[in-house]
């Protein structure tokens, strides 16, 4: 760790020594549930925003805010436009009279063995005034280029300011300030998708599953309910709102077609998937550009240029997925619910652990569990080659695939990204304003 003082401001949290000291970097694994689930609870997120931007009536100061936002943002743009003209123009000339003063400036005090100068007086005289015309043409390109980052740096933190300040107005409004998102979310509690409190407020792995598989009659309710608001009340058009959603509920079921093929079990991967995956990604990452969505997501990085070479490296990562550490949250709810009235939190700690151990341990807890099982479970009528729940699930798999390949065939290679939100909500307001 670099740690030599043992001290508790020197362990910095390291209380003992790691039991492995170098992990290869080869010896990872894309975890695929939670990379789904960051990513569905970022797209959920992102269309919210948009209803938040493009179709609540929100406060006017809030309005105010978002231009301050996008007043910055176009400075900050214009500044950056400045300094990489800059360093491309200078910088590299900057950068080669620096290194010649330098290199001017070590041969100047050169010494042979004896401790005497290499050069004559006459020489190192020359070379100091060489020096000093590098010099003289250095400090005003160092000046120049001191003003244009500082003027850059200025307008980010305007930029970061006023985008905090905004934020702040926008958790500040009460829940009954947004009645649209309100019924939006309404309409996924009544599907069976909440957002979980054991998940910090998002949505968990079965409930963006859920969203990703029926993302075409979720996104069908919402352009619904969203047609259905008042234009007067300030909401954007009805081609807008279509073109959205469409790009929304196409993505989800893109989305939902690769993690259903990186869930390939290792030693089933073939050619065929292998080459629908690699089709399907580079869809997909195109779409999510679209829609202007950061690529700086670890997430998207690792969906992006790690998942196809593990599926090709290990034949197939299905085998490797950590849906049990998902699971574990419900099961510890579930175990914090049951013991939530015990002041004694040694005797919960103990309760749980008796609860774990006849669950997992006991023998006679399972044989009684599977008892049950086979007691109440329907028996197979003769004749049928399978029980109908089978064939449901089946039935239902096979149209879900057919859905997911029909999306990927349909969508299109050409780049079609969407206008910046902010900045047309913006302009629409400034016109609103200027007519009035």
């Keep these: ?202 949505l968990n792995g079965k409930n963006v599953q859920q969203m990703f598989q029926e993302s075409d009659s979720i996104f069908m309710q919402f352009q619904e309910l969203l047609l259905g608001v008042d234009e007067d009340d300030g909401r954007c058009g009805n081609e807008e709102i279509i073109d959205v959603i469409r790009r929304y509920s196409e993505l989800c079921t893109l989305f939902d077609h690769l993690f259903s093929m990186a869930r390939t079990p290792a030693g089933l991967l073939t050619e065929a998937i292998l080459d629908e995956t690699r089709r399907c990604l580079r869809v997909t990452m195109m779409k999510w550009r679209d829609l202007r969505l950061s690529t700086k997501m670890p997430k998207i990085h690792g969906l992006e240029d790690h998942l196809i070479p593990m599926m090709e490296k290990w034949n197939g990562i299905g085998d490797f997925l950590e849906d049990f550490i998902e699971q574990a949250h419900q099961f510890g709810m579930k175990e914090e619910k049951r013991t939530a009235n015990m002041r004694d939190r040694v005797r919960a700690a103990n309760s749980h652990s008796k609860w774990e151990w006849s669950d997992k341990m006991s023998s006679d807890v399972r044989i009684a569990k599977e008892e049950v099982k086979e007691k109440t479970s329907r028996k197979r009528k003769a004749g049928n080659e399978q029980p109908l729940r089978e064939q449901r699930e089946l039935e239902k798999r096979r149209k879900r695939m057919e859905t997911r390949r029909a999306c990927l065939n349909q969508a299109t290679l050409e780049p079609d990204p969407i206008e910046d939100l902010l900045v047309r909500n913006t302009l629409e307001y400034m016109d609103i304003a200027t007519s009035e």
């Design 1 to 202: 760790m670099g740690v030599t003082n043992d001290t508790s401001a020197g362990r910095q949290g390291c209380v003992d020594e790691p039991l492995r000291t170098c992990v290869p970097i080869t010896s990872y694994i894309l975890p695929i549930l939670h990379t789904e689930i960051g990513i569905g609870n970022r797209l959920l997120k992102s269309f919210l925003d948009w209803v938040d931007l493009r179709i609540e009536n929100v406060p006017d100061d809030e309005f105010d805010a978002r231009y301050g936002v996008y007043e910055a943002n176009t400075e900050v743009q214009i500044q950056t436009e400045i300094w990489d003209d800059w360093v491309g123009l200078k910088g590299a000339q900057l950068a080669d009279l620096r290194q010649e003063r330098a290199m001017i400036n070590y041969t100047k005090t050169q010494r042979d063995d004896q401790g005497k100068f290499v050069h004559s007086a006459a020489e190192r005289k020359e070379m100091n005034e060489a020096s000093k015309a590098r010099s003289a043409e250095v400090k005003p390109l160092e000046r120049e280029k001191k003003s244009i980052g500082a003027q850059l740096e200025t307008y980010k933190k305007i930029s970061a300011s006023r985008t905090k300040a905004l934020n702040k107005l926008r958790q500040r409004r009460d829940r009954g300030d947004s009645p649209i998102k309100n019924s939006l979310e309404k309409i996924l509690a009544i599907l069976g998708i909440d957002r979980a409190a054991y998940h910090g407020g998002d």
